[in-house]
């Protein structure tokens, strides 16, 4: 069964960390995003990447970086987190084209305290 | 650029009653359109898509969309749901080519009551 896994399902941190999130991805996808999820706002999308050391700016990439140096993992870091970065977050992927749609990993929930 | 309207946040319904739940799409060509559904804590899992031809699509879980061209629609529908049915419903569009990101609703968070 193909997969995203996003390397914890819960972390807290404290304000001003440094914050990786980790997503690894084993079907060979070309894209790989990363949303945030809180409530009444939907999915919104921080970053993508549609190939290697390759990474776009979603909506709200404001206060997040990304890294993609191999194909199946994409990083996000919180460079200093804060409380309002307290959130879910999913991974993605997805081929180029988008009739496959996309695979999500089973979120990782952040708290920044 | 294309949008995703759900126009219900919040939906709830009796166990074995009938379920449709309302996407709206703003799109210029026949776009891609999937349902996703967001079990509590957990990632989102694809339901349906509608990518061309027969405009009534089946899904896993015994749910159904059906699109409408004319309404710019792509509604999801369920006889009778069932109690781990309750879940948030998330309704997304792509673009037919291209690589191009899906588009997401907010979604609808489906109650159900015994």
């Known amino acids: 069964d193909v997969k995203v896994t996003q390397s914890s399902r819960y972390l807290v941190k404290r304000t001003g960390e440094k914050v990786f999130l980790e997503c690894v991805q084993d079907?060979?996808?070309?894209?790989m995003f990363w949303y945030r999820q809180d409530p009444g706002l939907g999915l919104r999308l921080i970053y993508f990447s549609y190939d290697v050391k390759m990474k776009e700016k979603g909506d709200i990439p404001e206060g997040y970086s990304v890294s993609r140096e191999k194909k199946e993992r994409f990083s996000l870091i919180l460079e200093s987190a804060s409380t309002n970065q307290t959130s879910m977050y999913l991974c993605a992927s997805s081929l180029i084209r988008t009739d496959y749609g996309y695979t999500f990993g089973s979120g990782t929930r952040l708290t920044v305290v | 650029a294309q949008s995703v309207t759900q126009p219900d946040i919040h939906i709830t319904v009796s166990e074995g009653a009938s379920l449709e739940l309302r996407c709206n799409y703003s799109?210029?060509?026949?776009?891609?359109l999937f349902w996703y559904v967001q079990s509590p804590g957990q990632g989102l899992q694809l339901l349906l898509k509608y990518l061309s031809g027969d405009t009534l699509v089946q899904g896993i879980k015994g749910f159904e969309a059906e699109f409408k061209r004319s309404q710019s629609s792509f509604n999801l529908r369920k006889p009778s749901v069932h109690w781990s049915d309750a879940a948030e419903y998330f309704c997304?569009?792509?673009?037919?080519?291209?690589?191009?990101?899906?588009?997401f609703g907010t979604g609808t968070r489906l109650t159900i009551i015994p």
């Open positions: 079907m060979d996808h070309e894209n």
């Open positions: 997304a569009v792509g673009l037919s080519f291209g690589n191009e990101k899906l588009t």
């Open positions: 799109y210029g060509a026949t776009p891609y």
